[in-house]
């Protein structure tokens, strides 16, 4: 082939009518919903990883109840038919030129880009907590291979003190941190260890949770467990092999004081930041996330791009129930974009977090921006605001076949996109 007939189908091959800059819970989604709407649209979906992990169940896999291998999937089998995926990482945007470039120097063009490469757990922001993560009562559900080592600690610990941490806020899933609290203490209770096991809370917020009709609920359990709640702590530093955890405390007047605390298990969740690739390119907020219209879901600078997932600057919770419904209304109106579609469609800031309170119990929080909230069934059926078996059901046994079987393959079981944008 000539030289210049293979630099022309090089170019060719480089560029994409669609461009997915992630294939996590939100990318896979997003890429299958564009599909179930248009088979003949020709997409790229560009990440560098081998697995695809079901995140939600991690929490499930360091109380005891899954296993972590249930979790994950190779990546190759959760890229839809018809996906060009190209197993590569991206080291910047030029949204003005309308491409993307990655880390091994390839420029990817597009017409319609989707931006959604999850966001970056800042485990080095924690002193000290990288070197002693798995090792010394030190654990976190928010890794893959330490949820089992949770569990671990968890049947091993018959006296002493636990400590479950949250970092400031926005991080994925906010309930998560209490979640692996109350499952701990759930199998601490049934084995009469209540008391000589003493959890305590140190939360970087105020309140206990953001929707305040939940709160009773959870707190029928922090009662039922014993465990000791300190809000306005930020974890710092932690000294694993002297079992040490430092935090710092904000005091009513604005003042912070540094607080030591001992223990022998310590359940950390890490502060969270957009990937430095977001935050450093012309896409970014102030605040380094993904800055979209939040109904829209459309860049606030650049038309021809969007966004769904953990990396937005929306005000939704970052959950994987966030992003099965923000998926089709991205779908929808990249491809309105596209001129294949008529309407543009609105996301609602709908998210859910099941807050697990214990073995067979769950808290079924449901809301939309505001902190509205946004039940999917009545309350006659399932009130989310008590803790529930039948919302154990829906976690435990329902919404892990629904993401692999229905989100990933562009089935929008209750999250087709209803509500029209306001021009």
């Known amino acids: 082939m000539p030289a210049a007939s293979s630099s022309a189908s090089r170019r060719e091959a480089d560029h994409h009518a669609v461009l997915v800059i992630g294939a996590g819970a939100a990318g896979i989604a997003v890429a299958s919903s564009l599909l179930a709407r248009d088979r003949s649209l020709d997409i790229a979906l560009v990440d560098p990883a081998d697995v695809h992990y079901y995140q939600p169940g991690w929490t499930m896999v360091g109380g005891g109840i899954f296993k972590a291998a249930s979790t994950a999937r190779t990546m190759a089998s959760t890229i839809p038919a018809g996906v060009r995926w190209i197993k590569a990482a991206v080291s910047s945007f030029d949204p003005e030129a309308q491409r993307v470039i990655l880390t091994d120097g390839r420029r990817m063009s597009y017409q319609q880009l989707i931006v959604c490469p999850g966001l970056k757990l800042d485990w080095s922001a924690v002193e000290g907590l990288e070197e002693t993560l798995g090792r010394n009562g030190v654990t976190s559900n928010y890794r893959y291979d330490l949820a089992p080592y949770t569990w671990e600690l968890v049947q091993n610990l018959r006296e002493g003190r636990a400590l479950f941490t949250q970092p400031p806020m926005p991080i994925k899933c906010a309930g ?84 030591v605390e001992p223990f022998d298990m310590l359940h950390v969740v890490p502060p969270q930041v957009a990937p430095e690739v977001i935050r450093n390119s012309p896409l970014a907020d102030t605040g380094g996330w993904l800055d979209v219209d939040p109904s829209t879901l459309r860049h606030r600078t650049f038309a021809n791009i969007h966004g769904l997932g953990d990396v937005l600057n929306t005000g939704n919770a970052k959950t994987a129930a966030a992003a099965r419904k923000q998926a089709p209304v991205v779908a929808n109106n990249v491809l309105a974009a596209l001129g294949r579609l008529s309407k543009v469609m609105a996301y609602d800031g709908y998210g859910s977090c099941p807050l697990t309170v214990a073995r067979g119990k769950i808290v079924l929080a449901e809301f939309t921006y505001g902190g509205k909230l946004a039940p999917s069934f009545p309350a006659w059926l399932l009130d989310g605001r008590k803790a529930t078996r039948l919302a154990w059901w829906l976690k435990a046994r329902v919404l892990p076949p629904l993401y692999w079987r229905g989100m990933l393959k562009g089935r929008e079981w209750l999250a087709k996109p209803v509500q029209e944008a306001r021009s």
């Open 176 to 259: 998560a941190p209490q979640k692996a609290m109350y499952l701990s203490c759930d199998h601490w209770l049934s084995n009469g260890r209540i008391g000589p096991v003493r959890a305590r809370f140190f939360n970087a917020g105020a309140v206990l949770f953001g929707v305040a009709d939940y709160v009773p609920a959870l707190m029928e359990y922090v009662d039922r467990y014993a465990i000791e709640l300190n809000y306005v702590h930020r974890l710092v530093a932690v000294d694993g092999p002297n079992q040490r955890a430092t935090f710092i405390r904000t005091l009513p007047d604005g003042t912070a004081e540094t607080v």
